[in-house]
């Protein structure tokens, strides 16, 4: 024993060798090399791991034997190796000794494990008797090997479907009248078509005596090519074989086939990195359910090589059959037909997609088959789920194959980061994740990078939104896919609503979000009415000047100026600093009119709602308003010009048409004016102001805000005839401004040239007078006469400033026609209304016959509209 000690397990393992085939040590070499990957190997037993069931079957033998005593000294060692921890494989120690009792010599025994370790090894070194091994830890050749009889069966590199090769068989010696073969291929489980086992081969009705056992066992032992191989069993064709035992053949044959598609698929697949976590998921399910598939023939293979445990020879009735075979193999058929079908539909997916198609095959009526598919898809759906919670917790995205629904630009900058950074990939959403649940899983990990990368808040994501349980396990998937409307909602629905409020509070508390808001109202589209108004006052004689001719900075004083003396002051100074003056570009023939805006600058975290094109926006609202403005502004100092100098002028009467002339005229264009103002400010900026701020108390999420924010901007640019639809009508309206400011000039100079004429005259009467009260004449005949020249020259100009005031009333007027039948045509029914404010009485109708129709049949449809 000390010498056996000192010696190498190789040596003794070598020795074991020698002795139980008897033969000397170069003679056993293949031997050994095939014990020493036995022993080596991580084969799994094909029978339940039982110490009592296999204790009881010892004692059961030796009271066959009638070992009484024996059995009772057994049971009492054993009972003492039970309450020691010596050993700690005592069932592995108990079934050697069972196997080593077993009786070589019995006729339906293959033998004992010497006899069939001798035969196992002639044929290949390579093989083993039993195959329950794990699907990866397949061996990688195969070579030719004998088969039961001594018949060389060779094998065929296949890649699909049910492949044969010819070869020569090596019966001519045991069956003389053979003249032809035929090779029927069945992957794992292959049979000469005999019913029972060890009995004759009656199939070929020859004397070649191939047991069941022998042929089953050999055709299921394991596969050693990473391509698949098909065993190849003759079938004499001149034997006649009923119609049956070749459809069960066939039938048993699709296992094989079936089986290799998914091997196939798993191979090819299982070592292709960019197939991505999911597709090496759905590999890891396929070989799962084929592992099961091998642990069948396992439990096929021990009946085939074994008696039954309880010493009973099998019988005829026992003995496993082809029919009792397909019996068995049913359920694993129509499995790995499923697990085929699904192959061919994942074919070119991965990602989110794959999962999507293995969800659209769990949409059957078979509960057995919708279980299979649910399983994989637990396994599948397991790292989309990890990424999901990864992504919605942390904000994290480690997406390297690029399987996830969610994308991230890298290039894209942080003032981009909520509009172009993070998108969707649609073909990546699974049909199981509802595309609401996709936007809102989008917005909860964009929220939280925009709070840690725009707005460089540091708390972590642990307090905004508490993490709940993660899919751990695959199981923990299954549970969570099985409730999609309940658990899984719920967890979205939470981080969502956290997430999104967290942001908002932030937006809201830290940057003024709504205050700023509120500051484009009043100052961008003119809602701080006072504030507007003197600042027009103080403009006014800077605006009057040519644009190349005015400064910024001293806009920028006047701007300043009018904020400290109205309202404006009150306003929060971070608003008021970003308030300021804009020059916009200068054309030639401008003036400061033309070229004024005011800006409001924006940066940070709220440039993601005030964007360049949202300002884009406010600066062409602006512009258009303060034109308007400037219209009511003109207007209004027409209006003072006509009631200051209506007295100063009754002294001269030959003005009076004239001047009655500029009052219909300008009350013409303070009507439309008037009117004008109406709409845009109660219709259009009022009614869209009070729909945006309603939607942002109700808004959920940024995006909320965002969208709200660009609906209320394109509803007042398309309302305000900005947009390129209206372009006609914006044409028609900046040629009314136009002839406002015309009227205004022709005004001016007629009351210039009058009040100049009512000057003079009045010099006149006064010098007449002071030359009365010092007693001389008035006037001298010179001085008369060229008073008289005077005013005959300026009576002169009076058709002609009436002239110029009927062209220019002429102009407005068809300009205004020609908008309300625009206007009549437009989809909008604020702008139609607006045509019976502007033509109450119906005194541009009279005039435009096309005013008759249309406003006649809109009239018409007009209490239906309401």
């Known amino acids: 024993m000390a010498a056996l000690d000192q010696k190498s397990p190789n040596v003794l393992l070598q020795s074991l060798c020698c002795r139980i085939t008897g033969k000397s040590e170069a003679e056993v070499a293949h031997q ?28 059961k033998e030796l009271l066959k034997q009638r070992r009484e005593g024996d059995a009772a000294l057994f049971s009492e060692l054993h009972r003492k190796l039970q309450t020691q921890g010596v050993l700690k494989h005592r069932w592995s120690v108990l079934y050697l000794l069972l196997s080593l009792c077993e009786d070589p010599r019995k006729p339906s025994r293959v033998g004992s494990y010497g ?83 060890g009995s004759v081969c009656f199939c070929c009705r020859s004397g070649v005596s191939w047991s069941l056992f022998e042929v089953i066992s050999y ?76 642990r069948l023939l396992a439990v096929l293979h021990s009946q085939l090589q074994v008696e039954d ?101 890298p290039t894209v900058k942080t003032d981009r980061l909520w509009h172009d950074k993070y998108s969707l990939r649609k073909s990546m959403i699974p049909t199981f994740i509802t595309m609401d649940q996709a936007r809102k899983v989008l917005l909860i990990g964009k929220s939280i990078n925009f709070l840690h990368q725009v707005c460089h808040d540091r708390t972590s994501p642990g307090k905004i939104t508490p993490a709940s349980k993660s899919t751990d396990s695959p199981k923990d998937a299954a549970e969570l896919l099985s409730d999609l409307e309940g658990a899984f909602q719920g967890k979205i629905d ?10 908002l509070n932030v937006l809201n508390q830290n940057y003024l979000l709504l205050e700023h808001l509120q500051a484009m109202r009043r100052y961008l589209l003119l809602g701080q009415g006072d504030f507007i108004r003197h600042l027009m006052d103080l403009l006014k004689p800077e605006l009057a000047r040519p644009a190349t001719t005015l400064y910024q900075h001293n806009l920028t004083g006047i701007l300043e100026t009018a904020v400290r003396a109205t309202n404006a002051q009150y306003d929060n100074a971070e608003i008021l600093k970003r308030l300021d003056v804009r020059l916009l570009e200068v054309s030639p023939g401008d003036t400061g009119w033309d070229v004024f805006s005011l800006d409001y600058h924006v940066e940070g975290p709220i440039a993601t709602v005030f964007t360049r094109e949202c300002m884009s926006h406010y600066l062409r609202v602006f512009n258009f308003l303060w034109r308007a403005k400037r219209m009511e502004y003109i207007l209004t100092d027409i209006w003072k010009g006509q009631m200051c100098n209506a007295k100063l002028l ?17 009350n013409e264009m303070v009507h439309f004016i008037h009117q004008m103002q109406y709409y845009i400010t109660f219709e259009v900026l009022e009614c869209c102001w009070d729909e945006l701020w309603n939607k942002v108390e109700k808004a959920q999420d940024l995006d909320h805000i965002i969208a709200a924010h660009e609906g209320f901007l394109d509803s ?105 039948v625009l206007i009549m045509t437009s989809p909008d029914e604020s702008l139609r209304f607006l045509s019976f404010r502007l033509d109450f009485n119906e005194h541009y109708r009279a005039r435009d016959p096309r005013l008759r129709a249309s406003l006649g049949a809109t009239r018409g449809r007009r209490p239906s509209n309401i």
């Open 650 to 666: 009754k002294s001269m009467p030959e003005l009076s048409g004239v001047l009655h002339q500029c009052h219909i005229l300008a």
């Open 309 to 409: 445990d309880q010493g009973v020879n099998l019988g005829v009735e026992s003995s496993l059959t082809l029919r009792r075979l397909l019996v068995w193999t049913y359920d694993p058929k129509v499995r790995l037909k499923t697990l085929a079908a699904l192959v061919d539909f994942c074919q070119g997916r991965k990602g989110g997609e794959l999962a999507s198609a293995v969800h659209a095959y769990g949409k059957t009526g078979d509960p057995q088959m919708r279980a299979l598919v649910q399983h994989i898809l637990s396994l599948v759906s397991h790292p989309i789920l990890n990424f999901l919670y990864r992504w919605i917790y942390d904000g994290e995205l480690e997406d390297t194959y690029h399987e996830f629904f969610v994308a991230s630009d």
């Open 219 to 294: 055709a299921i032992s394991p596969i050693q090519s990473n391509t698949y191989q098909h065993l190849v069993v003759p079938v004499c064709l001149r034997v006649v074989l009923c119609k049956s035992l070749r459809d069960t053949s066939n039938r048993l044959a699709e296992l094989g086939w079936l089986h290799n598609k998914i091997r196939k698929y798993t191979d090819s697949r299982s070592l292709d990195r960019a197939f991505g976590l999911v597709g090496q998921s759905f590999c890891a399910s396929l070989h799962q359910e084929l592992k099961e598939y091998y």
């Open 32 to 59: 050994f090399q095939y014990a020493v990957r036995v022993v080596g190997s991580n084969y799994a037993p094909t029978i339940e791991r039982d110490e009592f069931l296999v204790s009881e079957k010892i004692k």
């Open 115 to 197: 006899a069939l370790f001798a035969q196992a090894l002639p044929r290949d070194a390579h093989s083993t008797p039993f195959y329950c091994t794990r699907p990866g830890s397949l061996p990688l050749s195969y070579p030719e090997r004998s088969g039961p009889g001594g018949v060389q069966i060779s094998t065929s590199m296949g890649t699909s479907g049910i492949s044969s090769q010819s070869m020569e068989p090596c019966l001519s010696g045991q069956h003389p009248g053979l003249r032809s073969q035929s090779y029927m291929t069945l992957d794992f489980l292959q049979c000469c078509s005999c019913g029972l086992a």
């Open 716 to 820: 007042v640019i398309s309302r305000c005839l900005l947009d390129t639809n209206s372009r006609s009508l914006l044409n028609q309206l900046r040629a009314i401004f136009d002839q406002i400011i015309e009227f205004q000039s022709a005004q001016d100079s007629l009351y210039r040239s009058a009040l100049e004429e009512l000057t003079l005259r009045l010099q006149y009467e006064e010098r007449k007078k002071q030359r009365d009260s010092e007693g001389e004449w008035g006037v001298t005949a010179e001085q008369e006469a060229e008073e008289n020249r005077r005013i005959q020259e300026f009576q002169e100009t009076i058709p002609k400033m009436r002239s110029q005031l009927r062209i220019l009333t002429h102009f407005y007027q068809g300009i205004v026609q020609q908008f309300l």
């Open 494 to 503: 939470a981080a969502y609503f956290e997430t999104s409020k967290y942001l």
